[in-house]
């Protein structure tokens, strides 16, 4: 698979790896590295989940996964953030099994992950600092459209469904990170707004293309082609172009997977 096939995969599990944030740690005593681990080469082509807690936080499990997938979940990082994964690795799928005894929180997944890595595949990397251009996601001219969640403090919770998000107890933070991934550029929160909300996100990209027949969705027609204007119009927020400095991932070091 080419480079930009890899990237758009990868940007699919960085949505997953948004939608997973709304998803809270188990209050325990928790591992902090994993006790039996497993990394194979994916050869069936089969499943394709992110890495993953199983009920009670003792299992972790990732299938069919790319190299940039796994360094997105270990360093918080977008695919365009990670570079110098070698070719001959970058094309290459893996599956994940780690167990502990004691839960794993989700908070000490990454570095737990990032140990794994150095293990297997001697990763070493590097940090670092850009300019780039990113959007801030600032307050529109007529101000907020949000409705406060009844519960402040209740577990956040994200539903999709096409280009349309609906979001319960959410906070900016996890607005950005979907925003992150439907426009392309690292979305920063500059709204001020500390509460939780509930709110739907809609608009329709493709709808202004193979939209004759019987299966065209006529409930589509209403929403905006941009996720710019369907902020605008149905949240009162807005999506500003500026420059940040953001960090990176260079990889250093990353040699064929050690065998189990």
């Known amino acids: 698979m080419d480079n930009a096939n890899i990237i758009r995969a990868a940007r699919v599990a960085l949505f997953?790896?948004?939608?997973?944030?709304?998803?809270?740690?188990?209050?325990?005593?928790?591992?902090?590295?994993?006790?039996?681990?497993?990394?194979?080469?994916?050869?069936?082509?089969?499943?394709n989940s992110y890495p993953e807690l199983s009920a009670g936080g003792r299992r972790l499990t990732a299938t069919n996964q790319?190299?940039?997938?796994i360094l997105m979940f270990a360093?918080?990082?977008?695919?365009?953030?990670?570079?110098?994964?070698?070719?001959?690795?970058?094309?290459?799928?893996?599956?994940?099994?780690?167990?502990?005894?004691?839960?794993?929180?989700?908070e000490q997944l990454p570095h737990m992950l990032q140990v794994l890595l150095?293990?297997?595949f001697h990763l070493l990397i590097h940090r670092e600092s850009k300019e780039q251009p990113v959007y801030a996601l600032v307050l529109g001219k007529g101000g907020p459209k949000l409705h406060e969640a009844p519960q402040q403090g209740g577990q956040p919770s994200l539903k999709q469904s096409g280009h349309s998000f609906t979001?319960?107890?959410?906070?900016?933070?996890?607005?950005?990170?979907?925003?992150?991934?439907?426009?392309?550029?690292?979305?920063?929160?500059?709204?001020?707004?500390?509460?939780?909300y509930d709110f739907t996100l809609s608009y329709a990209p493709d709808r202004g293309a193979g939209r004759e027949g019987p299966d065209a969705?006529?409930?589509?027609?209403?929403?905006?082609?941009?996720?710019?204007?369907?902020?605008?119009?149905?949240?009162?927020?807005?999506?500003?172009?500026?420059?940040?400095?953001?960090?990176?991932?260079?990889?250093?070091?990353?040699?064929?997977?050690?065998?189990?």
């Open 16 to 47: 997953l790896l948004a939608m997973a944030s709304f998803s809270g740690g188990l209050e325990a005593q928790s591992c902090s590295t994993f006790d039996v681990a497993s990394i194979k080469p994916n050869t069936s082509g089969g499943g």
């Open 66 to 69: 790319y190299m940039v997938a």
């Open 75 to 106: 360093y918080d990082v977008s695919p365009l953030q990670i570079s110098g994964i070698p070719a001959a690795i970058s094309g290459e799928r893996y599956d994940i099994e780690a167990a502990c005894e004691q839960p794993m929180l989700k």
């Open 118 to 120: 150095a293990e297997r």
């Open 167 to 196: 979001f319960t107890n959410a906070e900016m933070s996890n607005l950005v990170g979907v925003l992150s991934q439907v426009a392309g550029r690292k979305v920063l929160d500059r709204t001020g707004l500390p509460g939780q």
């Open 217 to 260: 969705l006529p409930a589509a027609d209403s929403f905006p082609e941009s996720v710019f204007t369907a902020l605008r119009e149905q949240l009162g927020l807005d999506l500003e172009p500026q420059k940040s400095q953001i960090d990176f991932i260079v990889v250093d070091l990353l040699d064929p997977l050690i065998p189990n």
